[in-house]
């Protein structure tokens, strides 16, 4: 079983000669009415590679109807913030969250430092945050949930409490080896004490197990819920350092236990916009709404433009159990 790709992708492309003028990729979704809000992560400048999210509304047959010419969110180094990116979405109790990736030194990707003869900053590790999202006008920043001695990426709230507790996914890069229960970056569950709150009662989620994901996995979209369970697309990373798309079945009460994953990736870079780009051969989940009875996936592809895939909801559960 296969994405379908939207026939008109990419969906957003870069812009103009400043804050996106030079990429727009992994955006975050979350539909409400009739419409489909994204923020997306914009990149103006090689050199530094400091991110800011900007803002479309598309609908749901994915015509964009609004995309504003000013960014949506910056970075504020007031609170440590030198870039903003990776952001997902999610309708949680009533309110709009945003979770998002706070490097305190960004750089730029491999492949951009080898192309421009740029060195490697030094870095601290990259944590993430949260924010509320106030008519996609305000951000109400809560601060750095995830754990102080974490590498952190991929954080993603879930849509509803479960068991009464707020509960999160997350990527800490650097809990492998040691007394650690896995030895490569995977997926791991924990509760949230409140929003902004304290991570605990960490579980590993998911680890590598395939080819097509041996390096690395992360957690794409927030999950989404079904009657047989939570359904979480991920990414997973070959040590080819080819990006690609996955699925799993989480259990409703105990989402740290695994029901089912899909063998072969869901989506894979095979168009041109996925294969060449700022980071070539790359598909990156970050997005996705259900509309009637299918998904939508949004993915940024080569870490330059956005997409969109769809499959139906029935087909890709059927495909799982």
């Given at each position: ?9 990419p969906i ?6 400043d ?17 489909i809000?994204v923020?997306y992560?914009a990149?103006?400048?090689?050199v530094?590679?400091a991110?800011?999210?900007?803002y479309?509304v598309?609908?749901?047959?994915l015509?964009l109807l ?8 910056s ?14 979405l ?21 492949a951009i430092?080898?192309r ?6 030094e ?11 106030r ?9 750095v ?34 007394d650690?229960p ?6 791991w569950f924990?509760?949230l ?6 991570m ?24 989404i819920e ?17 990006y690609?798309?996955?699925?799993a ?5 105990r989402?740290w ?12 870079p095979?168009e041109?916009?996925?294969?060449e ?7 990156f ?15 940024g ?10 499959v ?7 495909d799982?159990?």
């Amino acid at each position: 079983m296969k994405l379908r790709r939207y026939s008109r992708n990419p969906i957003l492309k870069p812009r103009g000669e400043d804050w996106e003028a030079l990429a727009v990729f992994n955006c975050g979704a979350v539909k409400v009415g009739d419409k489909i809000h994204v923020l997306y992560r914009a990149v103006g400048d090689y050199v530094t590679y400091a991110s800011r999210l900007g803002y479309a509304v598309f609908d749901e047959e994915l015509n964009l109807l609004e995309r504003p010419c000013d960014p949506a969110f910056s970075p504020d180094v007031r609170f440590w913030e030198m870039s903003i990116e990776d952001p997902r979405l999610v309708e949680l109790e009533g309110e709009i969250y945003v979770t998002y990736v706070t490097p305190p030194t960004p750089a730029p990707p491999f492949a951009i430092r080898r192309r421009l003869g740029l060195p490697k900053p030094e870095q601290a590790f990259p944590k993430c945050a949260v924010a509320r999202v106030r008519g996609f006008k305000e951000f109400e920043r809560l601060g750095v949930v995830t754990p102080y001695d974490a590498e952190e990426r991929n954080l993603v709230l879930f849509p509803k409490k479960v068991n009464g507790r707020y509960a999160t996914l997350h990527r800490p890069a650097n809990w492998v080896g040691g007394d650690r229960p896995v030895d490569k970056p995977s997926v791991w569950f924990a509760w949230l004490d409140g929003i902004p709150g304290t991570m605990y009662g960490h579980k590993v989620v998911l680890a590598p197990e395939r080819g097509w994901e041996a390096k690395k996995v992360g957690a794409g979209p927030p999950p989404i819920e079904t009657e047989k369970g939570w359904i979480l697309i991920y990414h997973g990373v070959d040590e080819k350092e080819v990006y690609r798309a996955g699925a799993a079945l989480l259990d409703l009460k105990r989402p740290w236990k695994v029901i089912a994953r899909t063998p072969e990736p869901i989506l894979e870079p095979e168009e041109g916009y996925e294969r060449e780009g700022d980071v070539p051969n790359v598909v990156f989940p970050t997005g996705a709404v259900a509309v009637d009875e299918e998904l939508l996936v949004f993915y940024g592809a080569a870490d330059k433009v956005c997409c969109a895939a769809s499959v139906g909801l029935n087909e890709l559960l059927e495909d799982l159990l």
